[in-house]
């Protein structure tokens, strides 16, 4: 009887095992997806100043040519709305975490 208790409870901690890893696995890595997102902005070179507002990235930019947009858009961006050298990015929930990362590179 006790035998079975051991196996299961060995079962049981390699399932959390490997549910960790899957979890760990499937998380974005922000600071990674800001650096990739100043790059496909033009460099840090290229941002005169931005802001945060919810769920939106608002970022003045020297030469709005050298925005890669198409590549935004497949990092994730939900709409990019261009406005004389000003785009409005729609990033969602992950705003809050990647203006963190994006301070430290700025």
């Given at each position: 009887m006790e035998s079975y208790i051991i196996e299961y409870?060995?079962?049981?901690?390699?399932?959390?095992?490997?549910?960790?890893?899957?979890?760990?696995?499937k998380r974005k890595d922000f600071k990674l997806e800001a650096n990739r997102l100043v790059e496909l902005l033009g460099g840090t070179n290229n941002i005169i100043d931005?802001?945060?507002?919810?769920?939106?990235?608002?970022v003045n930019l020297k030469d709005v040519n050298k925005a890669n947009k198409e590549g935004i858009q497949k990092l994730g961006a939900k709409g990019i709305v261009e406005i004389d050298n000003q785009l409005k990015i729609v990033l969602g929930d992950d705003a809050k975490q990647i203006k963190k990362y994006i301070k430290e590179l700025k």
């Open positions: 409870g060995i079962i049981i901690i390699l399932l959390v095992i490997v549910a960790c890893a899957i979890v760990r696995s931005y802001e945060f507002n919810h769920s939106r990235f608002v």
